[in-house]
T-cell receptor, first 114, second 114 residues
Framework: KAGVTQTPRYLIKTRGQQVTLSCSPI?????VSWYQQTPGQGLQFLFEYFSETQRNKGNFPGRFSGRQFSNSRSEMNVSTLELGDSALYLCASSLDGTGYNEQFFGPGTRLTVL | DQQVKQNSPSLSVQEGRISILNCDYT??????FLWYKKYPAEGPTFLISISSIKDKNEDGRFTVFLNKSAKHLSLHIVPSQPGDSAVYFCAATPGGSGNEKLTFGTGTRLTIIP
């Protein structure tokens, strides 16, 4: 069974631009969560989607948004990029979104903002 | 407010010995705990989990212990192998539908010395 895939793997943008990251969960998984990893803050929860609905959101500004499609694939968008948005963005999927199943992570998208 | 804490940023252990990684939490609502291993340039890999109704869970060389009264959990790896060298993250969630959000510790870098 294929794992969680994320595209692109690496991205370089400049301040003020916007970016869209994509995540394909494991087949059959319905919950997709996004995390930001930075050296200083560790892994921080961004949001979670289940059946195309955002169910939970972390403490990030409105510039960070996401969506989920009917096939459970998810995208996250960051508008008006800032230098501090440089991070590894990780997507994780889980089977049924009950909160009692392990989440499986993709390899991440490394975003660099210049 | 760091709700999940891993107070040891790094740990070095001789190959063949036991590695013990510790994690403390403050949120009494946490009901499900997970350990992840992370190699550079990869997403976290799920290792083992434990529900709050248990105090121990074992999977091969990995055992997780949970002390709810102390709000403390630990991961034991025995025997330690060179391939275990990685960053280990402790994570916690309240569990239940809509609670896919994982709160992560800052990680412990484990180095196994051959």
């Amino acid at each position: 069974k294929a794992g969680v895939t994320q595209t692109p793997r690496y991205l370089i943008k400049t301040r003020g631009q916007q970016v869209t990251l994509s995540c394909s969960p494991i087949s059959g998984h319905r919950s997709v969560s996004w995390y930001q990893q930075t050296p200083g803050q560790g892994l921080q929860f961004l949001f979670e989607y289940f059946s195309e609905t955002q169910r939970n959101k972390g403490n990030f500004p409105g510039r960070f948004s996401g969506r989920q499609f009917s096939n459970s694939r998810s995208e996250m968008n960051v508008s008006t990029l800032e230098l501090g948005d440089s991070a590894l963005y990780l997507c994780a999927s889980s089977l049924d979104g009950t909160g009692y199943n392990e989440q499986f992570f993709g390899p991440g998208t490394r975003l660099t903002v210049l | 407010d760091q709700q999940v804490k891993q107070n040891s940023p790094s740990l070095s252990v001789q190959e063949g010995r036991i590695s013990i990684l510790n994690c403390d939490y403050t949120n009494s609502m946490f009901d499900y705990f997970l350990w992840y291993k992370k190699y550079p340039a990869e997403g976290p890999t799920f290792l083992i989990s434990i529900s709050s109704i248990k105090d121990k869970n074992e999977d091969g060389r990995f055992t997780v212990f949970l002390n709810k009264s102390a709000k403390h959990l630990s991961l034991h790896i025995v025997p330690s192998q060179p391939g275990d060298s990685a960053v280990y993250f402790c994570a916690a969630t309240p569990g239940g539908s809509g609670n896919e959000k994982l709160t992560f510790g800052t990680g412990t870098r484990l180095t196994i010395i051959p």
